[in-house]
């Protein structure tokens, strides 16, 4: 029986996606593969339970980092290794930000959002049967041959193999509710067909179930405990001629977070450290030292301790041989020499005005580069923040530095951790840093029950960006320490064909079309289509382009979420949509599936009634208030890496409950 059933099981995944990256900056591609035949969209994939990332796009002596399963990425390189093994090089956005390498084979083709849930057997007769290949179903479907689909359906509901069966699996008999018990049926590939005298799809998925792994401190993750409970900052300090103002604001930031700790009795739960780095002497003597340690965590745990080992550091008399330093040096200094506590999250803050010197430069003490350096740091667990100051310097190349420190700076399903600083401006600067370590010190206080204020967004978007970043960053480090994948089993994966509608009455449905949608991308469509029908009410747009927005916004969900906001002329900032760009039919080729707005042309919507056209707005008001009532129903979500809720976390929505 075990072999013709498909077990779907709630799953709650310890496993964290690390990033690594290729090995050269400047050698990374800027833009992903596009889809065959596609001008505007890209190659996306998501990845298998057991999946691992190298940061080369082979096996090598680097340990490999697992990432969680359904994890989407876009693939930017294809390439495949003496063994002719494929390899994707990929990346979490469309802009350049590289992960590292996966075998292929432990990916999904991910090129639109869509995917499957059945629906609750009416009768003992009407669960879907997934067969191994199309030819076998196809034949039986455009034949409608009754007899032969019966004899493999009693067969599988029997447990009984059949010689030569074609059939792979049959849906569970018990109901599976999707909301409570999450799976996944991505679709790959269909072909409209005819079953009996309705139009009916074969659809290829992939069918993966998997067990709930078991966890350390159940009790305390059912809380949805995943704030941190200490922490470890280093701050990684250039100390060469131009720093002065910049060493003496990063002590009046740390006596800040001394005097916040203490007033809640909290001494010793945020441990700071200092390194502070220069450049290789042998280019310039007189600097004295590549790197130093000034304050240990240990020395960092109280404020006295703090300031009296960092009296002595000092901004360097002399310049260095040019406008770079050998900052990498600093950083690895900071990952290996520092008294690390097992127990605490782990963070550096890298202060510079200057670029790094890469592997190939002979002045390099280090001989690695960012993605090195930062695939070091996550398998360390530590996240990297770079705050970079852009002086006036006519020397300085802040554009090559900027790469540099966002590839340095990158973190697992997060992003960039780096901060560019206008001018090098002191006070935007002490801004920037009181905000970060406040920040963190505050989600410590949260996991032990101080009351403290809400966390107050800055009216800079870029550290409103940073500040939400570091929200994102307390729950996954807080979660590293709560969770345990030993005993996490391999689950079963496999791709088949099934048949959209029931076999015994083509006129029903045997399975609903959702579309997997994080919180945070549900969010965006509630603010996106609510602004855009608010537009189109108040008669700022025609119904052309109301339309038109409503089918970039449609087009842009099923295909890729991650651009809703941008794809939209009232919301892009640009002025010009989808459709108006000729992209919207590219989108929806290929789809099996699209909303209602899809089939709704100018013609049709001119020829409709008054009421037929306010009962239309109508439903996108109702879908709206949908929008609303899930993303506030937090018991709905699922967390891939079995975290609490959070705006990563996922849900399939119905595709009829979309635009």
């Keep these: 029986m075990n072999q013709f059933l498909i077990i779907f099981c709630l799953f709650i995944l310890s496993g964290h996606s690390i990033r690594a990256a290729d090995r050269s900056v400047s050698n990374l591609a800027t833009k992903p593969l596009l889809m065959a035949g596609k001008r505007n969209l890209y190659q996306r994939v998501l990845t298998l339970p057991n999946a691992k990332l190298y940061p080369h796009q082979k096996l090598s002596k680097d340990d490999p980092i697992e990432i969680p399963p359904f994890s989407p990425y876009y693939v930017y390189q294809r390439v495949n290794d003496n063994a002719q093994q494929e390899w994707l090089q990929i990346g979490l956005g469309r802009k350049g930000d590289i992960v590292g390498w996966i075998s292929s084979d432990k990916t999904l ?71 409570k018990h999450f799976y996944l049926l991505p679709i790959h590939d269909y072909e409209e067909i005819y079953l009996k005298d ?29 704030t941190l409970s200490k922490a470890n900052i280093v701050f990684v300090i250039d100390s060469t001629l131009s720093m002065g ?59 006295a301790s703090f300031m009296k080992s960092v009296e002595s550091l000092k901004p360097a008399l002399f310049s260095s041989k040019d406008f770079v330093e050998d900052s990498y040096a600093g950083v690895l200094s900071a990952l290996n020499v520092m008294d690390w506590d097992p127990d605490s999250a782990r963070f550096i803050v890298l202060i510079t005005d200057a670029g790094a010197r890469g592997e190939d ?89 101080v009351q403290n204020t809400q966390l107050q967004v800055s009216k800079n978007p870029q550290l409103a960006g940073l500040q939400a970043k570091i929200e994102k960053l307390g729950h996954a480090l807080g979660m590293r320490y709560l969770t345990n994948s030993d005993n996490e089993k391999a689950p079963d994966v496999f791709n088949a064909w099934l048949l959209d509608r029931t076999f015994q009455n083509p006129e029903k449905p045997a399975v609903d079309v959702r579309v997997l949608l994080t ?141």
Aim: no cysteine.
């Design 361 to 449: 430069d002979p002045l390099a003490s280090t001989g690695i580069d960012a993605t090195g350096l930062n695939y070091a740091a996550q398998k360390k667990n530590t996240a990297i923040f770079v705050l970079h100051l852009l002086t006036d310097d006519p020397m300085a190349d802040h554009e090559l530095a900027t790469r540099q420190y966002r590839q340095l700076s990158q973190y697992p399903n997060i992003g960039s951790l780096y901060y560019a600083v206008p001018t090098g401006d002191v006070h935007e600067f002490g801004q920037v840093l009181d905000s970060l370590a406040g920040q963190i010190t505050r989600q410590i206080t949260q996991s032990d029950h």
């Design 109 to 179: 083709e991910w090129n639109h959002g869509l995917t499957l849930s059945f629906r609750k057997p009416a009768s003992g007769k009407d669960r879907v049967l997934l067969f191994r290949d199309k030819e076998s179903i196809k034949e039986i479907a455009e034949t409608y041959d009754q007899q032969r689909y019966e004899q493999l359906y009693s067969a599988a509901t029997k447990g009984k193999s059949i010689k030569d069966s074609p059939v792979a699996a049959i849906q569970p008999l018990k109901d599976i509710d999707i909301r």
């Design 519 to 659: 919180r945070d991308q549900l969010s965006d469509l509630y603010s996106v289509l609510k602004k855009v029908l608010e537009i189109a009410e108040q008669g700022m747009i025609s119904p052309n382009t109301f339309l038109g927005e409503l089918k970039s916004l449609a087009a842009t969900i099923t295909r890729d979420p991650n651009q809703l906001g941008g794809t939209t002329a009232t919301t892009s900032g640009r002025g010009i949509s989808l459709s108006e760009l000729g992209f919207v039919r590219e989108y929806i080729e290929g789809l099996p599936y699209t909303g209602e707005v899809m089939n709704l042309s100018l013609q049709d919507w001119q020829s409709w009634s008054v009421s037929q056209q306010t009962a239309f707005l109508q439903r996108l008001e109702e879908k709206i208030a949908y929008y609303q009532a899930l993303h506030d129903h937090v018991d709905l979500w699922i967390s891939l890496t079995g975290g609490a809720m959070d705006g990563d976390s996922v849900f399939p929505v119905p595709l009829d409950m979309l635009p």
């Design 198 to 226: 309705s139009t009916a799809r074969l659809l290829k998925v992939s069918s993966v179930s998997l067990e709930a792994s078991k966890q350390k401190n159940s009790d305390t993750l059912k809380k949805g405990a995943n």
């Design 245 to 303: 103002p910049y060493i003496q604001r990063t002590q009046e930031a740390v006596r800040k977070i001394y005097d916040s700790l203490n007033q809640q009795s909290l001494l010793g739960k945020v441990q700071f450290g200092l390194i502070a780095f220069r450049d290789n002497p042998k280019a310039a003597p007189q600097i004295d030292y590549l790197t130093r340690r000034y304050v240990s965590l240990k020395q960092g745990k109280n404020a």
